[in-house]
């Protein structure tokens, strides 16, 4: 089965700063990939899906890039309302979809 | 507006089972694939499978096959996931969500675009 590994599984940055959140996968899954925003106590938010293509409605802070194994995502210009857990997903060959583990990003 | 609506907590002994409906309402449910998801406390998201609302096909993450059963019930909209011998590892909250509407180019891409507002359930003896 295809493994997502994302990296780092924390980070803590000022608000302001430029984060990169890196996700790979085991084997090459094309552009089929997206990125989901959960914030404790809430429901999991799609941000980017076909690795950059931004949901309606997310801010253009929010970036996406990769294809084949190695993504990204960017949040330029972090924000207080982005502290959360990302996760990456790949949902290519069904019938499985694999979340990555997550990457908690704080306010330092 | 469209809507996936999930039954209430649940909590439950040991060994028992639990059934979590989700409602969708907005779109036509048997255009698009439901899928289960949980988080257990303090874990990630873990994928445990779709349903076809259409033709009722079903496919289930190898982690929860012989104890997951989804259904669904077309007359209301309603997809159901039946969960059987709890355990403590089973206290998670479960999603459901939707895929199948996010389309690029001549490609459809099945990430979850709504999804339901999570169902805590609770393994306690």
Same mark, same amino acid.
């Given at each position: ?19 990169? @959140? ?6 090459? @899954? =094309? ?38 194994? %190695?993504? !990204? ?12 857990? =990302? ?8 019938? !499985? ?9 704080? @306010?330092? | ?71 669904? %019930?077309?007359? @209301?909209? !309603? ?15 479960? =999603? ?30």
């Amino acid at each position: 089965d295809i493994q997502m590994t994302q990296s780092p599984s924390s980070l803590s940055a000022s608000v302001g700063d430029r984060v990169t @959140i890196t996700c790979r996968a085991s084997q090459g @899954i =094309y552009n089929y990939l997206a990125w989901y925003q959960h914030k404790p106590g809430k429901v999991p938010k799609l941000l980017i899906y076909a690795a950059s293509t931004l949901q309606s409605g997310v801010p253009s802070r929010f970036s996406g890039s990769g294809s084949g194994t %190695d993504f !990204a995502l960017t949040i330029d210009g972090l924000q207080p309302e982005d502290v959360a857990t =990302y996760y990456c997903q790949r949902y290519n060959n069904a019938p !499985a979809w694999t979340f990555g583990q997550g990457t908690k990003v704080e @306010i330092k | 507006q469209v809507y996936l609506v999930q039954s209430g907590a649940e909590v439950k002994k040991p060994g028992a089972s639990v059934n979590v409906s989700c409602k969708a309402s907005g779109y036509s449910f048997t255009g698009y694939y439901l899928h289960w998801v949980r988080q257990a406390p303090g874990q990630g998201l873990e994928w445990m499978g779709w349903l076809n609302p259409n033709s009722g096909d079903t496919n289930l993450a190898q982690n929860f096959q012989g104890r997951v059963t989804v259904t669904r %019930d077309t007359s @209301i909209n !309603a997809a159901y996931m039946e969960l059987s011998r709890l355990t403590s590892d089973d206290t998670a909250v479960y =999603y459901c969500a939707r895929s199948g509407s996010l389309v690029v180019g001549y490609y459809h891409h099945d990430a979850f675009d709504v999804w339901g507002q999570g169902t805590m359930v609770t393994v306690s003896s």
